[in-house]
């Protein structure tokens, strides 16, 4: 059948089973909303309050779901605000189609109203971008995006149409999409070289990262655990992928990770690392990181081995079929002595905070209790990030939602709109800084709109809290514009964007806030008052090793 380009676009995001989308119309992109209008009641089309927000909220919907998410923009400014989000994606490996639209053809290149190269703008943060000039592989193009985004490493692409493409036709038929192959490049000699490295290893470490996500490998990576019998620390990506009630389990790795799992993977003699990338708030010192070990990597992206830290072996694939293979040819082992050694550790060194005053981890503490460790939870980024990944009990993947890679301040609010689109039935809520949350907090209107149940905590110290913490620390207390202690009122502000709000000033006020939060099936603010130098602990020093992880403890010995 004859189709114009912008129902063209329409019918492959059907074809890909895409259900919602986020985006912004402007005059470039208007033939796609009118398309998109015909088919409302088959496409769901969140209208976030600025492109940052649905370029968040794609992203949001695509971790929490396992889906590709889609976000659209109109060109020009329309385009060049979803960067950001754009870049958040590439750097945690999460699949979302951008679809821009530009100006007609013959004015591309010449400084139109509202034109930019977004193609050009966005190639070093995309995993493939097109610009598509002819109708007539425009459906292709977007099949093509859709299968570049989701498979192998998955990662964002931008596909940008010229309007008057949006406006011609041509003939177009349905196609299925092909299923995503999960691709292994080792060889069963490669396997039988790690298996061998296992069991000669007489303390043996598991570093799960957020690639075990993205392969749904958690099971794979359970049984791992249980056959190796290692202890097993994550990544602030890899939660939840190994049950953290469980008492292999010992917490973060890396700048605020916990000390059981520095000192351990210091003290290791074969660090095990699943669908991770050893990135420098994990390491430390390189030179310095789990010297005393030999390492194995596993890993989807060739690129990551040997990177930053030399590998032992490394095994290049899909993690969920390669630890099936490691798993079917591993002989149960037994490190008795080495568990209870871990076991003494996590004794002597449990993450601990000031009991006597309201504080984010007891809030986060709250929230697990009250959601049963159930929630989706998303976070911006700052102390209250590392708080919720301390302190929330993740017992399965997806459900810490946060910048990793990128670091973006902002992020969680429209990522926990996406994960309640994907994931309706479950409790969504918003970890942030108040000096995050002003960042996007325009997005709470866009919650309002649609009655879409989040809940937004603010935890508020009035300042810049993680960047406080190094002034503190390493910059002799000169706090250089972290001060925010003005008279914005974050309660009016939710009010008067069409959500419920509740301050919070009192540790006994928390149970009751949340409860209150859950049960209105709105959109809610719990604006958490704290104090101004609560630190966030153990931590180690950009560039030491990790073996120096210290805490207020060790400071005050000082």
Same mark, same amino acid.
């Given at each position: ?106 004015? @591309?290149?010449?400084? $139109?109203? *509202? !034109?930019?190269?977004? +193609? ?9 971008? =097109? &610009? ?50 999960? @691709?292994?490049?080792? $060889?069963? *000699? !490669?396997?039988?070289? +790690? ?9 043996? =470490? &598991? ?352």
């Amino acid at each position: 059948m004859v189709l114009t380009g912008a129902e063209i676009v329409v019918e492959c995001l059907k074809e890909q089973g895409v259900d919602t989308v986020f985006g912004y119309p402007g005059g470039t992109i208007l033939n796609v909303y009118d398309a998109l209008y015909k088919h409302s009641n088959e496409i769901n089309h969140i209208l976030s309050s600025h492109e940052q927000g649905a370029a968040h909220a794609a992203d949001g919907y695509a971790r929490a779901t396992g889906k590709v998410g889609v976000c659209l923009a109109t060109s020009g400014p329309g385009a060049t605000n979803l960067v950001t989000g754009i870049a958040t994606a590439y750097m945690d490996s999460v699949p979302i189609v951008a679809i821009t639209c530009n100006v007609n053809l013959p004015l @591309l290149g010449k400084d $139109s109203f *509202q !034109e930019v190269d977004i +193609a050009g703008i966005t190639m070093p943060i995309t995993k493939h971008n =097109y &610009i598509v000039k002819d109708v007539n592989i425009l459906a292709d193009t977007l099949r093509k995006a859709f299968a570049i985004a989701g498979s192998g490493r998955p990662g964002p692409v931008l596909v940008d149409i010229t309007k008057d493409v949006t406006a011609n036709s041509c003939e177009y038929a349905k196609k299925e999409p092909n299923a995503v192959e999960r @691709l292994v490049r080792c $060889s069963e *000699q !490669e396997i039988g070289e +790690a298996v061998q490295l296992i069991e000669q290893a007489q303390k043996p =470490y &598991i570093y799960v990262g957020g690639g075990a996500v993205i392969a749904e490998a958690y099971q794979e990576v359970r049984e791992f655990a249980q056959i190796v019998d290692a202890p097993v620390c994550d990544t602030l990506m890899g939660k939840g992928v190994y049950d953290g009630h469980d008492a292999r389990y010992t917490g973060m790795i890396g700048m605020h990770g916990t000390k059981t799992s520095n000192f351990g993977v210091s003290e290791c003699d074969l660090l095990i690392a699943l669908g991770a990338r050893f990135s420098d708030r994990v390491v430390g010192n390189p030179k310095k990181f789990a010297e005393n070990a030999k390492v194995l990597h596993i890993d989807i992206d060739a690129a990551e081995i040997n990177k930053n830290i030399r590998t032992d072996v490394s095994l290049v694939g899909d993690l969920k079929v390669v630890l099936g293979k490691l798993n079917a040819r591993l002989a149960k082992q037994d490190h008795e002595a080495w568990m209870q050694h871990i076991a003494q550790l996590k004794e002597k060194f449990p993450l601990s905070y000031d009991q006597s005053v309201l504080s984010c981890p007891y809030i986060m503490e709250e929230i697990d209790r009250l959601t049963k460790g159930e929630a989706i939870i998303t976070t911006d980024v700052g102390q209250h990030q590392m708080w919720a990944a301390q302190y929330y009990k993740y017992s399965l993947p997806r459900t810490l939602l946060t910048s990793g890679g990128l670091g973006t301040m902002g992020y969680g609010l429209g990522a926990c709109i996406g994960a309640k689109m994907g994931q309706p039935d479950r409790i969504c809520i918003n970890i942030a800084g108040d000096g995050c949350f002003r960042m996007n907090m325009n997005e709470l209107a866009t919650a309002s709109r649609y009655n879409i149940p989040i809940i937004q905590v603010v935890i508020n110290n009035h300042v810049l809290g993680m960047v406080r913490q190094w002034q503190t620390l390493f910059y002799g207390k000169r706090y250089s514009q972290t001060v925010l202690n003005d008279g914005v009122d974050f309660c009016k502000v939710a009010e008067g964007l069409g959500c419920e709000a509740i301050l919070v000033t009192k540790k006994e006020e928390v149970a009751p806030a949340i409860e209150k939060a859950i049960a209105l099936k709105k959109p809610v603010l719990l604006n958490c008052i704290i104090p101004e130098d609560d630190k966030v602990f153990p931590m180690v020093p950009a560039g030491a090793p990790i073996s120096e992880a210290f805490d207020a403890k060790d400071l005050a010995a000082k």
